[in-house]
Structure formats: C-alpha cells, structure tokens
C-alpha cells in the first residue's frame, strides 16, 4: 500500500548520520584528550622522601651472597616513622590553608580547573597517607596510631620554631661585623676631627690610635656600607 | 484578498537589510578601533622630566611595540570592509528607484486643500464631474488616452467624492485607506530573488552549514578556550597555577620575583636557544659585588642559592634577567639589554596574579610583599633598596653619599625635607650630581604624587554609631603634597568632615554628580552652586615616573586594614586610581594640595567592641610612599546604639520640622538650609569623636609632615 521512497529518504538519514557521527567522534576526541590531560598532571607534591625511607627500610633486600635480609632495628623504624608523620604534618597543614584560598580563586577564574584537580587528588593521596600511617604506627605499638600525630605535629612545630630561631641568629654575626665598621668609621671620623684639631698643636699622644685609624681608611667603608644594607634586611 | 510574500525581485529592498545590518556590527567595531589606537596613555599627565637614561631608547622601543601589539589587523580590515558595503548599500539605495505605490489621498484627487469644506468639497466634484463626466469629455489623442481612461478617472474622481462625504466609504478610508474596503497587501521580503532561485540553492545550503558548521563553532570554540587560557588577572592559566604553588606564607620580595619567574610567559619569550644565550654572563654580573650591596643585583644570599638551584631554561634567564633589571646592571649586549627591559612588564602582569592569589590566603606578609615587588618592578630597584634611587640620576654612589653607613633608609620625603643648601652640599660633587642634574633631580621629586593621610575613620552613612554588621565606610582624607613642597597650607578641619548627604538629596545619596551648593542667593532663593571645573571627569594622578619600566603605568593606591596580631588582611585592598578632585594645576607641575576623599564600603564585625586595625595606604608605582597607620573600629550594641540615638534627638524633631518649614517657605529645592549647616558638622564631629575612629596616631599625622612611613 505505502510505496516508501527510499531513495527520498536517502537525504535525511545522511544528515542524521553525519550530525550522529560528528558528534561522537567530538566527544569521544573531547573525552581521550581530557583523561590523557588529567592523567598527566603533575602531582602537588614531590617525591614523598621520607615515606621512601620508612618502606626500604621495611622491606629490606637481602644483599647478594647473603641468606637473610639485615635486621633493621625497631628504633629506627619507629623514628622513620615518625619523620614520614612529620613530613605528613608539614604537607596536611599546606593543604588545610591552600584549599579555601584555591578554592575562591577556582570561583573568581583566577587559577585554572587543572590545578583544582591535582588538588583535589592531592587530598585525596593525603588522606590515604594518613591512615596508612595510622595504621602501620598502630601495627608497630598497639595504640600509637592515636597519638603518632600527635608527637608529629608538636615536631613540626619545634623544628618551624628552631628554623626560625636560627635565622635570626644567623644575623648576628653579620650585624655585628656591620657595627664594628660603623663603630671604626664613626671613631675614625672622630679622630680626623681630633687630629685636625691637634695638628695646630704639636704632634703628641696616643700609641694604639694611629693603627685603628690606619686600618679603618676610607677604602675599607666601602664593603662596610654594603654589609649594612644586607644587615638592614628585617 | 490575502497576504502575499514576496521576495525583493525589484532588488530596492534588500540594500536597506543588508545596510542596516553592517551598520550594527560595523559602528561597534569602528568604535572599539578608535579607542583602541587613540593611547590612553597620551592625554594623561606626565611627570615632567628630561631625564635619559643609556637605554632610555631601548625602552621607548619597547613601549611603542607593546602599544602597537594592541591594534589588531583583522579589525581594521573588518572595519574598512564594513564602511565599503555601507557605502556601496547607500550607493544602491540612491540609484535603485522604488516601485512608487502612492498612498490614495482624496484630497489629491479633486485636487482641494485638506482644510476645504464640505461645501468646497462639493463644489468641486460638481465642477470635475461636468469637466471629466466621461459623456462630456472626449479622450485626447494627443495624450494617449481612450475611453477607458477617461470611465476609470471618473470613478476615482466621484470614488474621492464619496470618501469625503459618504459615511460608509468614508470609515473605508479611514480604516484601510481606501475607499472600497481592504486591500490585498503584499509583503516583501528583503533578501534578493536570486537566492531562492533555481540551480542557486546548493550555493546558499552550501554557505548556511559553512555559516553554522563551521564558523560559529569555531567562534564559540576560540572564545570558550581564549576564557580558559588566560586567567581573571590577564595572565595564562598555566602561569597562575604555578604562581599558587610558589606561593608561601614567609615570601619576602626577593621571593615574590622567583615565583614570578615561574611564568610560562617567559618560556614563550625565551624559546630555544635564547634560554641560555648570555645567561653566565647575566649572572655573574649580577653576582658581583655591588655597591650598595653584596651582589650588584641587590638579591640576598637566600635568592641567590634560588637562581642557582634552578635548572638552566627559561625560569633561570627570566629570574637572572630580572635581578639585573632590579639593580640596573649594564650588561654590554643590546639583545641581552632588550630582554631584561621586556621581563619586567611581564613579571609585573604577573605580580597582579600573585597579588590576587595571596589576597586569597588573606595572609598580609605575602600581600605587602607582591605590592612592593609591583613598586621594585616599576621603579627597577632592589627590594629594601634605597627609596632614593627612584630619583633621575641617583646612582648608588650617590645614594650612599645621602644616606652614609647609616642602615635605616633616606626616603624621599625626608631627603626633600631637609633644606636645600644641606642636600645640595649631600649630593653636588666630584662623582656625583652636576649641579644641573641635581635640579632635574628636585624637579622630578617636587612632582611625585605622595599621598600624605590626613585623617582616616569609620561612619555609617546616615547613623551615628556603628552597630554590628552594618556596612560601614572607611573614609581616607588625604592631600597629595609631593616631597620637598614648599609652602603647604594648613589641612582645613572643614575638610576633614564627610558630611552625609540629605536624605532628600537623592542624586547625592545615589552617587551622581552634582555641584554642591555653597549658598543661596538672598532674593530669589534659588541655591549657589560651586563652581566645579570639569570635576564630571574622574582625576588620574600622573603616569608613574619610571623610566625604566617599558610600560606606561597609571599609579593606584590600594587602601586595605589589616590585624597586626594574627597577620592577617581584615579588609581586603580598595584600589583607587581616579580621586575627586585635581592633583596638580593645569601646568602640571604645581600641587593643588585639595583634600582628597577614599571611601570604601564593607561588612562591620557582627559583635560589638573595639577593633583596632592597621590601616595601609599602599601605592603601587613608588617606593616609600606608603602609609601605615592604627584605626580602631568601634562597633556598639544595637540597642545601646538605638538608646543614645534616641536621648540625643529629644529636641531635634521640632527644629527639623522648623527648617523643614523654612525650607518649604524660601521655595524649596535646597536641602540644607544654611543655619542648620554648621550644628549638623558639629554632630559628626562629636560622633566621630566617641567612636574614637581617629586616634592619637591620626591626628599628629594630620599636622606631622612626615608621615612614618612603612618599612
């Protein structure tokens, strides 16, 4: 009854083919690329040192020509530990304070989508990291998975107090070689004004003087002044 | 009688579609050309100078082709193409004539004035009729006519006759505009025959997917990935994810330049081979000893350990190239010379990045520390260098003959206060300044906009306390008295007010414009008005004076409060750059000393107390022009607030419906009667004074003339 004309019809299932196809291959283009781009994204933090440690020092292999891998103390396992909590404590805290700020940036367009993603992988990664160790702490000394974090953090925080504390004093020496120039031009300009004073007056006096004004000529202000402005450094 | 579509055969039609068209993408297009090629930068004030420097080509150079970057090609031609089709649409539409349907008028007909009377009206068809009756009139061989165009004259004649007399052809011709009821209309459509023709299909088809296939897609695909490319800031994405991972709590100034470094900008600048060429040399120029400090390039050891763990590239040339800007260092090799002017505009689009992303954190060290890389960027200086380089030609030498051995900093402020003889005896010598050089030197610094606070405090618009969490407004009162000016007159306390506006002063109240009214005219009553010249015009302070930054830069100050006890930004920065009232006299060079308001609006805390902040004025194009100063927040209880509010206006309603009626019996407009004017000022006064906005530190700074400045 319905002679269907096939040959009519051939136009409009072109299209749609056509319009199918073009999509298909655009989002399956679309979506490889995507993955290759997010798996090839650079991880937020670096090689986990510490982390390294603590597990070849687990599993040590045996060295060659000998039976028996070497027994590696408790103590010492237990201080890798510790530092891999350490290191644990640095990065948790980096991730805490990075993630409101990326965050805002992410919403005002600021930063790019990628960096979100590796972040969000990173805390992932973290949070793994995290029981983990919790869970060999606790596979070592029953019931230290509790507090490992614990003693972690007040480390962090003595060794962030100590960087400090070391920084500053590492300024001493140089602001104190920075005052004795100052000191020694202050003196020596003093004494310019003394000896010219005294050169109306007959030539007499001290015995030590004349060395420190000879030492401290001008050509030795030069380096002075530019100590003080690395000292002036807050 | 049905609507007919037709396409425009005549071909009079589809010029005006077409020209109507390119009008509305052209004028758009034509207007963004001439803003983009007129230079902004042109009709702005400069700080005047005739300082050179040995690159000061180099950076003109730079500057021209940066500007130059800006006009882009594909629009011009899109304009030019624009302008040519409307003038070849206009040229259609003049020559093509248009089929004339005349519209069927009566009056024409029996040839009478619209104005005639229904007596005329007959009088004259009677006279026609006799004249045209086709039994009387006989056709004119001469013109042509037959019979048939006599009978059909007739009937239009006695048609018109009806129309202005009978009631029913009459509503005919009101109605359809003609007597014999509706017409059958037609409707052109304004696009060419041609296109719908035979054999031209497959053209248009063809042209259609192009149009929708092929280039929309591509336009929204570019734009949607243009977006994605580069972030809010205007640097490349890539560039500000890497700023966010340099970024660390401690960063100092030499820190904010080796994050900077980071950019992928500069591994487009220096691709290939161009990443090392000259990069030893670079470096052990900046490594060398310096003058005013231990490396020539005024980095600290801390930044130099950075450079040198870098793996050689790009990021290692870059960081070099800019330490080497920083300290001015002559490197012997124009190529060399041109790249270390070229990274620093980039380094400085990307500090805007880096300011964005530690304003995220909210952290004040990293903040202050982006905004002084911005002014060591501009003004090529070390971070913690002298402010006194700045200046045209102070060189180190120069700087250490001012400042001697002495390690806290001579600012500009401070060297210009000294009187003239005394600096000139400081700087005037063998090796140093040539006397000449020295007024060049004054001369620029006299120039320099320095914003010196005057007062700073919290109001609420329209209240008298400030109660917990409503918008409060910061007001700045500040003068741009320039180092070294002569002759400051006195801060007029009157000046210092920020009186609220009327509350019936709607155009105040919605931020228009309008003249303020200094008084009213004793008979008419009608309101002075001050005279403001060209006050409609936002005011921008001069182009920074920094002849070594390849960039023209309009200086901006960010106003932003800070709580000292965690380190943390409180309010985050206010970015001013256009200010209310002139900065210098029509020459340029004179300062007016106007007081100069900055308001910025944010949320108050949401429980009472005393906040006290820091408050930092911080500009971004010059070294030690900054202002730090104590602000304390004083936030009442509501209710308390309410209570106070309400003991002090006891007398107050009467006196108000007194003026009110004044007002209304002077003739009204004014909003402020003048009696009431000071009583008003001295309110805000006392307010201002309870909530103890403006502390001690605010008031000597009014009067001190060297505001301390922060570092």
């Keep these: ?234 | 009688m049905g609507a007919e579509y037709a396409y425009d055969e005549e071909g009079y039609l589809w010029p005006f579609f077409v020209f109507t068209l390119t009008l509305i993408i052209t004028v758009p297009l034509t207007f963004l050309l001439v803003k983009r090629s007129r230079d902004p930068a042109a009709s702005l004030q400069r700080i005047q100078t005739s300082f050179k420097h040995a690159h000061t080509d180099t950076v003109d150079a730079l500057r021209k082709r940066d500007k130059r970057k800006d006009r882009k090609l594909w629009l011009i031609l899109a304009v030019i193409t624009g302008w040519a089709v409307i003038g070849y649409m206009l040229y259609l539409i003049q020559t093509t004539e248009a089929p004339t349907q005349k519209l069927w008028n009566p009056y024409d007909i029996l040839n009478i004035p619209e104005s005639a009377t229904e007596k005329q009206i007959k009088s004259t068809y009677k006279k026609l009729s006799l004249k045209f009756h086709p039994d009387k009139a006989k056709p004119d061989p001469s013109k042509n006519e037959t019979m048939d165009d006599l009978n059909a004259r007739y009937v239009e004649i006695s048609k018109a006759y009806q129309a202005l007399t009978d009631e029913d052809v009459r509503n005919n011709y009101i109605m359809y505009g003609n007597p014999d009821g509706k017409q059958g209309y037609s409707i052109n459509i304004a696009l060419p025959k041609v296109i719908v023709s035979d054999g031209n299909g497959k053209y248009v088809v063809l042209l259609y997917s192009a149009l929708f296939g092929v280039l929309l897609p591509y336009l929204v695909g570019s734009w949607w990935y243009g977006t994605l490319r580069r972030s809010k800031e205007g640097v490349l994405m890539e560039s500000a994810n890497r700023l966010f991972r340099e970024y660390k709590d401690n960063i100092d100034e030499g820190g904010v330049v080796a994050a900077l470094s980071t950019g992928k900008e500069f591994e487009e600048l220096f691709k290939g081979d161009k990443s090392d060429s000259g990069l030893s040399k670079v470096e052990s120029r900046i490594f060398a000893e310096g003058a005013l400090s231990p490396l020539a390039g005024g980095l600290s050891v801390k930044d130099k350990e950075r450079l040198e763990n870098l793996d050689s590239g790009p990021q290692r040339k870059a960081l070099a190239l800019l330490w080497a800007y920083l300290g001015r260092i002559e490197l012997d090799d124009p190529t060399l010379e041109k790249a270390k002017f070229a990274v620093a505009p980039i380094a400085h689009a990307l500090n805007k990045s880096f300011t964005a992303i530690s304003l995220a954190y909210m952290n004040t060290g990293p903040l202050l520390a982006s905004y002084y890389a911005s002014q060591n960027l501009i003004q090529a200086m070390p971070p913690k260098s002298s402010p006194l380089l700045q200046l045209p030609y102070f060189t180190p030498a120069v700087v250490k003959a001012v400042e001697g051995d002495s390690r806290i900093h001579t600012s500009i402020q401070a060297f210009m206060d000294r009187p003239d003889a005394k600096r000139r005896s400081l700087v005037v010598g063998k090796g140093l300044l040539t006397d000449e050089q020295y007024r060049e030197a004054v001369g620029v610094a006299k120039q320099l906009p320095f914003l010196r606070v005057a007062k700073a405090f919290f109001k609420v618009t329209g209240e008298r306390f400030i109660i917990p969490s409503s918008l409060v407004t910061l007001v700045v009162k500040g003068r741009f008295v320039p180092p070294g000016s002569e002759n400051v007159p006195e801060v007029n306390p009157a000046d210092l007010e920020d009186i609220d506006p009327a509350e019936d002063d709607l155009d105040a109240i919605l931020g228009r414009k309008t003249k303020k009214q200094i008084g009213k005219d004793e008979k008419t009553g009608k309101p002075i008005m001050e005279e403001s010249a060209g006050s409609d015009e936002p005011i921008l302070a001069p182009l920074a004076a920094a002849p070594y930054f390849a960039r023209d830069h309009s200086p901006r100050w960010n106003v932003f409060l800070t709580d000292s006890k965690q380190g943390r930004v409180a309010v985050p920065p206010f970015t001013f750059a256009q200010f209310d009232k002139p900065i210098f006299e029509q020459d340029g060079r004179t300062p007016t000393f106007a007081m100069q308001t900055l308001k910025a609006q944010f949320q108050a805390p949401p429980h009472a107390g005393h906040y006290t902040f820091v408050m930092h004025v911080v500009c971004d194009s010059y070294v030690g022009f900054d202002t730090k100063m104590e602000v304390t927040l004083i936030v009442e209880e509501a209710e308390k607030a309410a209570k106070m509010a309400v003991e002090d206006e006891i007398s107050e309603p009467e006196e108000d419906s007194l003026a009110g009626i004044m007002n209304a019996a002077k003739g009204g407009a004014p909003p402020q009667p003048k009696k009431r004017k000071p009583q008003k000022e001295e309110e805000e006064e006392e307010s201002d004074e309870e909530s103890g906005t403006d502390d001690e530190d605010d008031d000597t700074s009014a009067t001190n003339t060297d505001t301390e400045p922060e570092n």
């Design chain 1, 1 to 234: 009854m319905f002679e269907i004309d096939w040959r009519g019809l051939l136009l409009p299932f072109a299209y749609l083919v056509v319009l199918g196809g073009t999509f298909m291959t655009f989002s399956t283009v679309y979506r490889k690329r995507k993955a290759l781009q997010s798996a090839n994204l650079a991880p937020w933090f670096g090689p986990h040192l510490q982390r390294n440690i603590y597990l070849s020092l687990l599993h040590m292999e045996p060295e060659e020509g000998q039976e028996k891998a070497p027994k590696v103390p408790e103590s010492v396992i237990r201080a890798a530990l510790l530092r891999r909590a350490v290191e644990d404590i640095h990065r948790i805290i980096q991730i805490r304070t990075a993630k409101t700020a990326c965050s805002s940036l992410l919403q005002r367009g600021s930063v790019g989508d990628d960096l979100w993603q590796r972040f969000q992988r990173a805390e992932k990664e973290m949070e793994d990291e995290l029981r983990d160790v919790v869970m060999e702490a606790n596979a070592i000394v029953p019931g230290w998975g509790q507090i490992i974090f614990q003693s972690a953090n007040e480390i962090a925080a003595n060794k962030a107090f100590r960087d400090r504390l070391d920084e500053i004093e590492e300024q001493t020496e140089r602001e104190k070689e920075w005052w004795e120039k100052r000191r020694a031009s202050i003196k020596n300009e003093f004494m310019k004004e003394l000896e010219e004073e005294e050169k109306s007056q007959a030539k007499a006096g001290s015995e030590d003087e004349p060395v420190l004004v000879e030492t401290s000529t001008p050509s030795a202000t030069p380096s002075g002044s530019s100590k003080k402005k690395k000292g002036g450094k807050k």
